[in-house]
C-alpha cells in the first residue's frame, strides 16, 4: 500500500505604491514692453523686459491673501537709468526694495534721462485670467533731457526724487533690464511702458 501526502501551499503577497510627493510650485513673474516714438510720432525703437519680482513683491502678494495685508491700489512704473557710480552700470535682484536698490537709479534729473514730473506713470490693471493680469494702458514718459534708458520698474510710489537713486519709501513690487540691451532716448521723445505679471506653475 502506498500513502500519497500532497502539501499545498498557498502564498500571497500584496505591494503597496505611496505616490511621490506632489509639489504645485507657483512662481509670480513678468514683463514690460516699451516703445519709443520721437517727436513726429515716429517709432524708434521697442523692447521688452523680463523683470525680476522681488522677495518684497512676493512677501506681499502672499501677505494680502492670506494675513489682511492692506491691498496696494495703485502701482506706477519708474525708469531705470545707466548712470550708476563711475560704471556706469545697473543690476536687479530680488532683494531689492524701495528703500535699497543701491545697484541701480532712477531717472531723474541727477540720473540722465529725465522726464517730465506730470508723466502718466499710473497703471490700470485689467482684469485677471489664464493665470495672468496685464495693465490696459501704457504709461507715457515724455522725456525732457537725452540720455540711456536700462530698464523699468513697478513701485507704489507715484513721485520721482530728483536725489540720489530715487525715492526710497514705499514697494517695490519688480525691476528689470531691457532685453536686447541699452536704449538711448532724447528730447522730446515718448515712451510708452505697459506691464504684465503673471503665475507660473
Not at 30 to 50: A, F
Not at 115 to 144: D, E, G, M, P, W
Request: proline content about 2%; hydrophobic content about 35%; charged content about 10%.
Amino acid at each position: 500500500m502506498s500513502t500519497e501526502m500532497s502539501i499545498s501551499k498557498e502564498s500571497c503577497s500584496a505591494t503597496v505604491t505611496r505616490g511621490a510627493g506632489s509639489l504645485e510650485t507657483v512662481s509670480p513673474g513678468g514683463y514690460y514692453t516699451t516703445e519709443c516714438y520721437d517727436k513726429d510720432g515716429n517709432l524708434k525703437w521697442s523692447d521688452y523686459i523680463q523683470n525680476v519680482v522681488t522677495d518684497q513683491g512676493r512677501n506681499h502678494m502672499l501677505g494680502v491673501e492670506f494675513k489682511a495685508v492692506t491691498q496696494v491700489t495703485a502701482w506706477y512704473v519708474g525708469l531705470i537709468s545707466s548712470v550708476k557710480g563711475a560704471n556706469n552700470y545697473a543690476t536687479v535682484a530680488n532683494t531689492d526694495t524701495q528703500a535699497s536698490h543701491s545697484n541701480w537709479a532712477q531717472c531723474n534729473s541727477n540720473n540722465a534721462p529725465n522726464f517730465s514730473q506730470t508723466s502718466n506713470r499710473l497703471v490700470t490693471f485689467a482684469t485677471a485670467a489664464t493665470k495672468a493680469i496685464a495693465s490696459s494702458n501704457a504709461c507715457v514718459f515724455s522725456i525732457l533731457t537725452s540720455g540711456t534708458v536700462k530698464g523699468a520698474f513697478l513701485t507704489t510710489n507715484p513721485n520721482k526724487s530728483n536725489l540720489g537713486v530715487g525715492p526710497t519709501t514705499g514697494f517695490l513690487y519688480s525691476a528689470g533690464l531691457f532685453a536686447a540691451g541699452d536704449k538711448v532716448v532724447s528730447n522730446g521723445d515718448i515712451l510708452n511702458v505697459s506691464y504684465a505679471t503673471v503665475l507660473g506653475g
